[in-house]
């Protein structure tokens, strides 16, 4: 059974960073591109960033140059990292497989992003 687990939110002031993990497990991870998503109060759930298995990378216009996603496959591992913060990126951020949408329909608990002064 696949498992996400999102860890590494918090509240950080504008202009602040903030490194965003997920673990999986039940997957073979390394045949899977990632994602990572955020839904805001009264939003839809949005694709924040992929990454293939192969490496590549896209963003959306939101975030580029902001934001940078990575995996290690060996720790089955995606990461978010993310820099110069701004008050619109605050969210409840959640990882899933897929380039474009959502593979897996069971989500993580997610981690709260605040960017608030």
């Known amino acids: 059974q696949v498992q996400l687990v999102e860890s590494g939110g918090g509240l950080v002031p504008p202009g602040g960073s903030l490194r965003l993990s997920c673990a999986a497990s039940?997957?073979?991870?390394?045949?899977?591109?990632m994602g990572w998503y955020r839904q805001a109060p009264g939003k839809q759930r949005e694709l924040v960033a992929a990454?293939?298995?192969?490496?590549?990378?896209k963003y959306a216009d939101s975030v580029k140059g902001r934001f940078t996603i990575s995996r290690d496959n060996g720790k089955e591992t995606v990461y978010l990292q993310m820099s110069s913060l701004k008050p619109e990126d605050t969210a409840i951020y959640y990882c899933?497989?897929?380039?474009?949408?959502?593979?897996?329909?069971?989500w993580g608990q997610g981690t709260q992003v605040t960017v608030s002064s």
């Open positions: 899933n497989a897929g380039w474009n949408t959502p593979i897996f329909g069971s």
């Open positions: 039940g997957i073979i991870f390394r045949s899977y591109a």
């Open positions: 990454i293939g298995f192969s490496g590549n990378t």
